[in-house]
């Protein structure tokens, strides 16, 4: 059983300086459209503690960790993208390089997932689609890149004053694939989804992860947790990930998606007590 709680160190003042990247980072061509690339590192067991993301060896992000999870979007060039994740422009790839093919005004966020050593430890994308921040409401997608899971897993997120809802908030939810993987999402990876006359308030978030056709009990749950405060006009991604190579024993990564952070972001998973 593992329950926990999510905690963010998302407002500005928790934001890494150090980091390289943000939307004045630029690594595209004079002309033609340009996308949005950042990483995720969903591999805590990941020992290194500067690690970058390059996109075609320009460099996207840098500076991340077991603890700094989280790179700022920036610019790259719409078209086939080769993203590589190592320590820096010249040192070896912690993973084979991955190619992406990149939409025009469109974000990605390449995750680093598995664990060292395994043969899952691999870089994959997740394409953000459909971001923009709505004044109105709290909006969210779910990524699935924990690949000690052993089944497709039930995700249900909804606010923490109110009563979990009798189905999941996301479905089914398969290793690598994303909210805007599912038939009721489809190609729409943020909830509600854009143009929806669904609203979801400010506050507290409960997350509860079950495997498929499960129902979530508080107790034997694949993952039970609460988040920081969110916010209205913003968007979030929340990441399950692997905490070690243990089979189910995952944690979750919490997110600013936009509007788009200028530093690293970093998230805290820790052991608290969850009630239903």
């Not at 949005?36 to 840098?62: C, E, F, K, W, Y």
Request: aromatic content about 6%; hydrophobic content about 35%.
């Amino acid at each position: 059983m593992n329950i926990r709680s999510i905690k963010a160190a998302i407002a500005g003042a928790a934001l890494l300086a150090a980091g390289c990247g943000g939307i004045n980072n630029s690594i595209s061509a004079a002309f033609g459209g340009t996308g949005m690339a950042r990483l995720i590192v969903a591999s805590p067991t990941t020992p290194q503690t500067n690690i970058a993301l390059l996109a075609d060896h320009g460099m996207i992000n840098s500076g991340l960790s077991a603890t700094t999870r989280i790179g700022p979007y920036a610019k790259v060039t719409a078209g086939n993208v080769s993203f590589d994740i190592n320590t820096g422009a010249g040192t070896t790839d912690l993973v084979p390089a991955i190619n992406v093919n990149v939409a025009s005004s469109t974000n990605y966020s390449v995750v680093l997932e598995g664990e060292p050593g395994l043969t899952d430890y691999q870089a994959v994308s997740f394409q953000d689609t459909n971001a923009l921040p709505n004044p109105a409401t709290v909006r969210f997608k779910v990524n699935n890149a924990a690949p000690n899971l052993a089944t497709p897993i039930d995700v249900y997120v909804w606010p923490a004053s109110q009563t979990m809802p009798s189905t999941p908030t996301v479905p089914g939810l398969g290793l690598n694939q994303d909210s805007g993987s599912t038939g009721s999402h489809p190609g729409n990876a943020y909830i509600p989804t854009q143009g929806s006359s669904t609203t979801m308030p400010a506050g507290v978030y409960s997350v509860a992860i079950v495997p498929q056709g499960g129902v979530p009990n508080g107790t034997s749950d694949l993952f039970d947790g609460n988040t920081t405060s969110l916010s209205l006009n913003t968007s979030y991604s929340f990441t399950v990930d692997d905490v070690n190579a243990t089979q189910n024993n995952i944690g979750v990564i919490l997110s600013i998606d936009e509007p788009f952070q200028g530093g690293n972001q970093s998230s805290v998973v820790r052991h608290a007590a969850v009630t239903r």
